[in-house]
């Protein structure tokens, strides 16, 4: 059983569906330790023939056999490994991969293998030191002559030891000493057990070696064994390799981006752009609600809100809130206290030497009140009324004065016959608050009401949290709560505003974050059209992958691992300028409002961060495909 038999290969072209024959027939048998020159004029089928030896052409009649097992018949999969470990590849164009130094283009090979990365680097190294290129190991393929690179082409065929060697034209863009030097090389690879395949138009090339094959018009006419071939006794077959790992991938991506490394920044600079203005939107609107939220719990207690009846109906009967509301509130997890209250809409009014003053807010003392907010005086006892500053200025230029004196309070309120009835009560001014409501305790209005054989109904509950935390779990606890199937409860006074004030804020900057976010559309365009250009000019690097036997999920993965660099590059620069405008502004403004208006979190950074990496691997997403598609022949021959 030969080691490696072409049995009857038969294979055409076609043109406007005519078919046009290239190989009419070929049966060959190579033994290793062969150095078998296919000798012919251009055009005869020979780089057919070894597109076909090689594993990088399947659409043809007849059988490639190795080691008597059928490989026309063979998966995808097993002619990639076919690739990896059984064929080394050298090209007369050379196609070394341009970004990559020498030994990282030996390396190529060795990454798919089952090497240690330092043994990799030593076969590498050792392999350009046996070519005659150790001093050159860390130059890049257009820092060295044509002979050199062939020198690199047979080291990366060598590299993974496989044990046929195929060279297309190996001499054909070298000069008369490169051309003796590169024939002694691959005379010392047939020596060293491997079966040498040499493609010529060269008599002078064929003859170096153990056996001549002349190919004509698809055809063999002549195989004549020039000299014994090498003896094999005792010759270990090739290397196992595996595929490309994701590491290997990745390590690639970031080189091919070192390489083209301004082109790659200003791509970069450009998707920043986008998650540095929607981080900052996303910031700003953080910082301006938590601002707006800052000068609203300056001026009431934050740990205190109001609840009323969720109802349509504004009768006494419908909103009034009675001892077993309170009562009810008051288990709520997180609640430490449940006081009835109640404010009076319109008909208050204050008067104090001939002053009048009408009062649009008048409630009943309760804790959404801070009492530190009251600078002058105290909060009101029985029969004594606490004034906003506001107010109070109105009816007293020396308004802090007013404390302790007397006042006259007049309430219109309804009576059970829901008639209407005048109300006034003689009260002492406890104290002066800067902002808030004008109020009274709740007992002294209940007992202005009973004077008048009306009763004061609670409208609303001041429940008080244990701390600042709670007061919005507590606010979502209440608001579920229900009756008869129904929501029994809504949020009121500030509180309530504060809840739509902030979602308002929101959603005005999540459209500005959405505006922003257009720049991430245009930086996705943007990375398509630079990812295709990348396929476009790695064309060959391609074929030349896929000849080394990277399958095409690991070319598909190579462009996938760029647009992720340049995804995670992006988030990380538009994080970095989004944080120093963050401080610049900041510090600009603290002194003027003592506050930091911009404010990013860990999540809007997160967000920032997985928005970019999603949208550039979704961006890869057509050109990685179309990468991994391209046919390796037709890869190879692009220039």
Request: with cysteine; proline share 2%.
């Amino acid at each position: 059983m030969s080691f490696l038999e072409l049995k009857d290969i038969h294979k055409s072209y076609y043109v406007n569906k005519e078919p046009f024959p290239v190989l009419k027939g070929i049966s060959l048998k190579f033994e290793r330790g062969e150095f078998v020159s296919i000798l012919g004029e251009s055009g005869g089928g020979k780089s057919t023939l070894m597109n076909i030896i090689g594993g990088l052409d399947h659409n043809y009649e007849g059988d490639v056999l190795l080691n008597g097992k059928s490989m026309h018949s063979a998966k995808e999969q097993a002619m990639d490994a076919y690739r990896r470990q059984t064929i080394g590849f050298i090209f007369q164009s050379f196609n070394l991969i341009s970004h990559l130094t020498l030994l990282d283009n030996v390396m190529v090979s060795l990454e798919m293998t089952n090497m240690t990365h330092h043994e990799q680097v030593e076969r590498a190294t050792s392999l350009l030191k046996q070519v005659g290129l150790e001093d050159h190991i860390h130059k890049y393929p257009n820092q060295i002559s044509g002979g050199q690179k062939q020198r690199v082409a047979i080291a990366r065929a060598l590299a993974s030891d496989p044990d046929v060697i195929i060279a297309d034209e190996p001499t054909g863009a070298l000069d008369s000493q490169n051309t003796k030097e590169i024939l002694e090389l691959m005379d010392g690879i047939a020596e060293s057990g491997k079966l040498v395949i040499c493609v010529t138009h060269s008599q002078d090339v064929a003859n170096h070696g153990t056996r001549i094959v002349h190919m004509e018009d698809g055809k063999i006419n002549e195989d004549r064994e020039l000299k014994d071939p090498f003896p094999i006794e005792g010759k270990q077959l090739s290397t196992k390799t595996k595929h490309l790992s994701f590491r290997s991938t990745l390590k690639m991506s970031l080189q091919h981006m070192r390489y083209n490394m301004k082109r790659n920044l200003l791509i970069v600079f450009g998707g920043s752009i986008g998650i540095f203005s929607v981080i900052l939107m996303l910031a700003l609107g953080n910082g301006v609600k938590g601002y707006m939220n800052n000068q609203i719990m300056d001026q009431i207690n934050p740990t205190t809100i109001q609840v009323a009846q969720k109802t349509d109906k504004q009768t006494a009967d419908a909103v009034e809130m009675k001892p077993s509301d309170r009562d009810r509130l008051a288990k709520v997890k997180g609640v430490k206290e449940a006081v009835l209250g109640t404010y009076v809409p319109n008909g208050v009014q204050v008067d104090y030497n001939g002053k009048t003053q009408q009062i649009q807010q008048f409630q009943t003392w309760n804790k959404t009140e801070k009492e530190s907010d009251i600078k002058t005086g105290s909060k009101p006892g029985d029969k004594e009324i606490l004034l906003t500053k506001r107010n109070a200025k109105k009816i007293s230029k020396d308004y802090k004065s007013l404390v302790g004196k007397t006042v006259t309070l007049s309430v219109t309120a309804m009576d059970d016959n829901n008639q209407p009835v005048a109300m006034t009560q003689k009260l002492k001014v406890s104290g002066i608050i800067n902002s808030g409501t004008d109020a009274m305790s709740f007992d002294t209005l209940k007992s202005m009401y009973a004077a008048k054989g009306a009763k004061l109904r609670a409208n609303f509950v001041a429940v008080s949290t244990k701390d600042v935390q709670t007061t919005k779990t507590v606010q979502n606890k209440i608001k579920a709560l229900k009756t008869n199937g129904k929501a029994a409860y809504a949020i009121t006074g500030v509180g309530s505003i504060l809840d739509t004030l902030n979602t308002y804020i929101s959603l005005a900057f999540y459209v500005l974050a959405g505006i922003a976010a257009i720049s991430l559309l245009v930086s996705a365009i943007m990375i398509i059209v630079v990812l295709y250009i990348s396929v476009s000019e790695r064309t060959k690097e391609i074929g030349v992958l896929r000849a080394l036997g990277v399958r095409r999920r690991d070319v598909r993965n190579l462009f996938v691992s760029e647009a992720f660099f340049i995804g995670l590059f992006s988030a990380i620069l538009g994080i970095v300028l989004a944080w120093i405008v963050q401080l610049l502004i900041n510090h600009g403004i603290n002194g003027l409002i003592h506050y930091s208006i911009i404010q990013m979190t860990p999540g809007y950074i997160i967000f920032g961060l997985l928005a970019s990496i999603i949208i550039s691997l979704l961006a890869a997403l057509a050109p990685s495909h179309q990468a991994a598609k391209l046919d390796p022949i037709e890869s190879l021959a692009v220039e």
